[in-house]
């Protein structure tokens, strides 16, 4: 079912999801139950890495760095990581395993297949304030749910869970609750803020969660490889050959590495 939330007040723009069971699609997504009952079936391989993060928290990047660090390359993959979202439509993966898989979805909703054989996850978190800035941006250059408000009403609803996948400290907490309920499955979690700070330091914890021995030089190159700014150049070359993919965004640009934007938060002792 279609559902319209309206900013609050005197604060400009809407939002249009499409709710099933309390929960917040993309409007566009066809027969949410029948596409959620086939996302149950699918057959996960216990060396399958799943990257789960709340939307415009980093899955683009981070997909693009692991795929990096398992296939020990400097180069970055022509594939756009969208193409690996569990929700927005993956029904059978053509990589070999270990495959790059991501989700914004909640860990109850993963497929079973996922959770029963221990995949790993990386649960990736981005200050919310951040994250709120980034998906005004992006909902302004998408075509089909074009935001055309303001910047304080799309916080308005940003702040009150009426977006896509519903809230951030919802998302968040249950999260937290999975990590400290499942010592058993194998979670590693990425703060967005730490990555842009010291990002070898970041890769170095992750490429060792993943059980993988990458030498120091290549996780430089990758860091610098995989800036936002050269990750834009790329993907945006690469789009001209998903022409799908590029007539969703305005001016048919990927905007999906804008600047990483970044809070700074002064420590207190």
């Known amino acids: 079912m279609l559902k319209t939330f309206v900013a ?12 099933y069971e309390g929960r917040y699609f993309p409007p566009d997504m066809p027969d949410i139950p ?9 057959d996960a391989d216990g060396s399958d890495v799943i990257i789960c993060a709340y939307p415009k928290s980093g899955f683009h990047w981070i997909w693009d760095v692991v795929t990096m660090l398992i ?18 439509g993956l029904r059978k993966v053509e990589q070999s395993p270990p495959r790059v898989l991501g989700s ?21 978190i981005r200050d919310p304030r951040a994250v709120a800035v980034s998906s005004y ?5 998408i075509k089909r749910s074009k935001w055309n408000g303001t910047w304080a009403g799309y916080l308005n609803l940003f702040l ?19 990590r400290q309920n499942n010592p058993s499955n194998p979670m590693h979690v990425l703060f967005y803020e730490d990555i842009v700070q010291n990002p070898c330091k970041e890769f170095k914890r992750l490429a060792q969660f993943l059980q993988l021995d990458v030498k120091d030089s290549l996780i430089m190159t990758i860091a610098e490889q995989t800036k936002f700014s050269n990750l834009q150049t790329f993907k945006e070359a690469a ?6 993919a590029g007539g969703m965004f305005t001016g048919n640009k990927y905007p999906l590495y804008r600047k990483g934007y970044l809070y700074k938060i002064n420590k207190r002792e």
């Open 71 to 88: 296939n020990n390359t400097s180069s970055i993959s022509k594939e756009l990581p969208g193409k690996y979202s569990l929700e927005l």
């Open 34 to 42: 029948s596409h959620l009952k086939r996302l149950q079936s699918f």
């Open 137 to 141: 941006h992006f909902f302004t250059k």
């Open 8 to 19: 609050d007040g005197d604060l400009a723009g809407s939002v249009t999801v499409k709710q």
């Open 160 to 178: 009150n869970g009426k977006v896509l996948f519903n809230d951030w400290f919802t998302y968040t907490q249950l999260w937290e609750g999975v």
């Open 239 to 244: 789009i001209r050959h998903h022409p799908l």
């Open 104 to 124: 914004h979805l909640y860990y109850e909703e993963l497929p079973q297949s996922i959770r029963q054989r221990k995949c790993k996850i990386i649960n990736v």
